[in-house]
């Protein structure tokens, strides 16, 4: 996991070596939640001594430049209610002092800095995860069924594989056999923006935006263009199999994370509210911070998007590692009570070892899983394609299934969501592991 505050010296909740967890990355500014998000209600920022201010309704995509955002002493996403702000303490004071005008203030809280959710194999992790494997081979000399393996090695087919046709994870969401398609629906991730050049999303529908201060929406990391061709990918790609589940959505890019697979709270809710405001009905985020509270701005992001009928879909997290019986937790934006946080699943159906458990706090729970190992999808050319695992490939999938069930039943926030858990295949685990269970497509 790209996430400098863990390494396996430091370990996990839950486990013999836990050190103590490291402070969160935060950027000194502060994000405000005021009380409501009522578009008529105003905050009197001069008494603070706060005089630069933008606003997102001024500004005719729905969504503030970064530079923008960047320069304001205070930045306010008008359909969430929230404004980023750099202060002093003495004026945080002024703006959340009862004797202040305008709108209430609810919390304020460090602006986090977050990371791409991805689990990328390096030479001595996949050197250790071959040696495992190995290891499996010889010591096991049954499968589940009483049949013999050890002798020549050879282990039962996983219930889903890859093939000409269509990668594991799209047979196993079922959306090779929906009738639909995400026609007519707004899919935002919010992630390290999009290859725009990718011959796989020609003549697409594709708005895209950089919340990310000197950088175009142009991904020069991967990892967002990864997300959007597993949630949105064509249908028949030119090469190789299905990978994308709402092959007809329409596709909003809002790059959120550097290229380095970095950003900050301001730019994650930049890109949310401009979301929003383009009446997305999903957002997929494939990103977070390990953090263990719920960070108060992104429960009422979630809660605000939901009211406008746009659901957040995130990423649990990969901080677990189950083989070594570590569990992790669910980490923010995901643990959010108002946000759906999304568990991985291997080509078994079974967690990936990475794939983070429910936290016992309200909001740390998983909700729902999708397939999230060795998931091939698109990637910025000249690679073209590439398989990556992670709760960060888990969530495009329970994000394209969303779009799906929108277009065949017109639900819309908490109804969407609770279509999505309703729908979904229960699995023969722990609901902290995998929520409801497999999301699985409209038929």
């Not at 606003?55 to 304001?72: I, K, M, N, Q, Y």
Request: charged share 20%.
């Amino acid at each position: 996991m790209i996430d400098p505050r863990f390494s396996a010296e430091s370990g996990f909740p839950g486990d013999d070596r836990v050190a103590a967890v490291r402070p969160p990355e935060t950027t000194g500014r502060q994000i405000v939640v005021l009380a409501d998000a009522d578009d008529d209600a105003g905050v009197e920022w001069g008494r603070a001594g706060i005089g630069e201010v933008a606003d997102s309704r001024d500004f005719a995509s729905g969504g503030v430049p970064p530079e923008t955002l960047h320069d304001a002493q205070a930045t306010v996403f008008a359909q969430l209610g929230i404004a980023v702000v750099s202060a002093d303490p003495g004026q945080m004071a002024v703006l959340q002092s009862a004797e202040a005008p305008g709108r209430r203030v609810l919390s304020v809280s460090p602006e986090l800095v977050h990371h791409v959710l991805q689990d990328v194999l390096d030479y001595a992790r996949a050197y250790r995860d071959g040696v495992d494997d190995l290891a499996e081979r010889v010591l096991h000399a049954h499968d589940g069924n009483g049949n013999g393996h050890a002798a020549t090695g050879v282990r039962a087919a996983p219930l889903f594989a890859d093939t000409a046709q269509a990668t594991w994870g799209i047979q196993a969401v079922r959306a090779d056999s929906s009738s639909c398609s995400g026609r007519g629906i707004g899919v935002a991730v919010l992630d390290t923006g999009f290859d725009l050049e990718h011959p796989d999303f020609a003549g697409r529908t594709v708005s895209a935006m950089s919340f990310v201060p000197g950088e175009r929406a142009q991904d020069g990391h991967g990892h967002g263009t990864h997300c959007i061709g597993t949630s949105c990918g064509p249908r028949s790609p030119s090469t190789g199999p299905r990978y994308g589940v709402a092959y007809e959505a329409d596709i909003f890019v809002g790059k959120v994370l550097s290229d380095a697979g970095s950003g900050t709270d301001g730019g994650i809710l930049a890109g949310i509210d401009w979301a929003v405001s383009n009446g997305c009905p999903v957002i997929s985020m494939s990103l977070g911070a390990d953090v263990m509270e719920a960070h108060p701005p992104y429960s009422a992001a979630g809660a605000r998007a939901l009211e406008r009928a746009s659901l957040i879909i995130a990423a649990a997290g990969n901080n677990a590692d189950r083989r070594n019986g570590r569990m992790g937790f669910v980490g923010a934006p995901a643990n959010s009570p108002e946000i759906m946080a999304v568990g991985a699943l291997d080509q078994n159906l079974e967690m990936a070892y990475f794939s983070a458990r429910s936290l016992a706090a309200r909001g740390g729970q998983v909700d729902i899983a999708g397939p999230g190992y060795q998931v091939l999808s698109s990637w910025p050319m000249p690679t073209r394609y590439r398989s990556i695992s992670g709760t960060s490939m888990a969530t495009p999938h329970v994000a394209g299934i969303a779009a799906l069930w929108a277009e065949a039943t017109g639900r819309r926030g908490l109804e969407l969501w609770a279509t999505l858990c309703q729908e979904s295949e229960r699995l023969m685990m722990p609901s902290v592991d995998v929520g409801s269970g497999l999301c699985i497509a409209p038929q």
